[in-house]
């Protein structure tokens, strides 16, 4: 198989923008949105009261609530979590391992989770589980996007920024392979972009479980077989092993 990257659009000024498809969600528009939920936010919390921790799910998180949270008008905290569940970057496998864990203790606090984007929920919801079972005194989310046509398990949100269809978006936090997190918008992928992602993923994957590779683990596992087919992706796949 040969796989290799067109150079348009992958090096130079405005790479990044030449692989979007269309804008989703341009920048105004996202400032509306983020200021929206957090005028709902202040309300809720402000009728209730109550110690308010807002915990996020890192990565696609990190933009979108470091700008909510400047329209929050209620004393809080933050705290981060990371999990993992993306095999090859695009489908969640739904087992969820706990990357990084929360610094503070939840119980008897109100927490708000913030994401940047529910999908089928398989993964957000064994999340939700897993912090109501350390007695939070309530559990609410926010999420910036939803995609309620790929939704295969329930999920409750309370805030939400925007219902979007079924199309695999990035920025504004959102990546693909880890890049495009830096667009201020929200933008659809060029699907001839996400099959080469997604191909020379699969590739270099077969390559580093091969029965002649180092069963060490080591991030030293490199071929000749890796030059000329995405060598760039390497590191994102090492991520991905471990």
């Known amino acids: ?17 030449s692989r979007i498809d269309s804008i989703l969600i341009g920048e ?3 400032r509306e949105r983020v200021a929206g939920l957090g005028e709902q936010i202040t309300q809720y919390y402000s009728e209730i009261g109550g110690d308010l921790i807002v915990v996020g799910l890192l990565r696609g998180c990190f933009v979108f609530m470091a700008d909510l949270v400047r329209h929050i008008r209620y004393p809080l905290t933050v705290d981060f979590m990371a999990v993992s569940s993306y095999g090859d970057g695009t489908v969640s496998t739904g087992d969820v391992k706990i990357v990084m864990d929360l610094d503070a203790s939840i119980e008897g ?20 589980r897993m912090l109501n079972n350390r007695n939070p005194a309530s559990l609410k989310v926010c999420t910036f996007l939803n995609k309620p046509s790929r939704r295969t398990h329930p999920v409750q949100i309370d805030f939400c920024g925007k219902d979007i269809p079924d199309e695999f978006v990035c920025g504004y936090g959102l990546d693909y392979a880890q890049e495009y997190r830096n667009l201020p918008y929200v933008g659809v992928l060029k699907q001839e972009d996400i099959w080469r992602v997604r191909t020379i993923s699969q590739y270099l994957r077969k390559i580093m479980t ?11 596992r490199i071929f ?13 796949i090492i991520l991905q092993q471990s």
């Open 1 to 17: 198989m040969e796989l290799w990257f067109n150079q348009d659009g992958v090096s130079g000024e405005g790479m990044l923008e």
């Open 28 to 30: 105004e528009e996202i």
């Open 109 to 128: 606090r109100n927490v708000l989770v913030v994401e940047d984007i529910i999908d089928t929920g398989t993964t957000f919801k064994k999340i939700l």
């Open 210 to 220: 091969r029965k002649d590779v180092d069963s060490s683990g080591s991030s030293a």
């Open 224 to 236: 000749p077989e890796m030059l000329g087919c995405g060598f760039f992706l390497l590191p994102h």
